[in-house]
């Protein structure tokens, strides 16, 4: 097989609910104002972007706006990938990690509507949150991501979840923290 690997994946989705929210629902965004914020990678704009940052919702918060916003991305992704041959004439297939890849294109991607700035780094992993925008705790973060569909991503897909080494104490945290992993596999996550 050969894998087209999305990297960013939050990132775009993040940059869709702010663009409903400002620009299509509230209508205290204009298109204009939004172009050229992104464009002078929010030098100046800096109220526009804390807005963009910190007032939108975020995917990784079990918020099914948003999270709808992430199957819908993802069922387009997968429909165009699926949609091309590779050189040995088989269908491509999707893939959403990074690996490194998020650290490496920061540059090479401008400004994004979710208040990211052009040096910023992109959200790491692949279906992971961007960085910090995960209010809700993991388990939130695990059901935003167990709604999409993984079959849509054969290729794999790449959960990061950070914790502080105390989550892992004594017996009964190693069993909370088991019991977490084992029903996102449940509700058909497949990497964490």
Request: charged share 20%; proline share 3%; hydrophobic share 40%.
């Amino acid at each position: 097989t050969s894998t087209i690997n999305v990297v960013g994946f939050a990132n775009v989705v993040d940059s869709f609910a702010s663009i409903r929210l400002f620009v299509y629902e509230q209508k205290n965004i204009s298109w204009p104002q939004l172009r050229r914020a992104l464009r002078d990678d929010f030098e100046g704009h800096e109220a526009l972007r804390q807005m963009l940052l910190n007032r939108a919702p975020k995917f990784g918060n079990d918020n099914d706006d948003v999270d709808s916003l992430a199957e819908d991305l993802l069922a387009r992704i997968s429909r165009e990938i699926n949609r091309h041959a590779n050189m040995r004439g088989t269908q491509y297939t999707v893939a959403l990690y990074s690996i490194a890849c998020h650290i490496l294109l920061a540059d090479k991607v401008g400004a994004t509507p979710d208040g990211r700035r052009r040096s910023m780094l992109l959200a790491d992993g692949g279906v992971s949150c961007a960085q910090g925008r995960d209010k809700q705790g993991p388990t939130a973060v695990l059901k935003s991501v167990a709604k999409l569909d993984h079959q849509k991503m054969p290729g794999g897909a790449l959960l990061n979840l950070r914790f502080t080494p105390s989550i892992f104490g004594g017996r009964l945290g190693l069993e909370n923290v088991a019991s977490m992993v084992e029903t996102f596999f449940s509700a058909g996550g497949q990497h964490v």
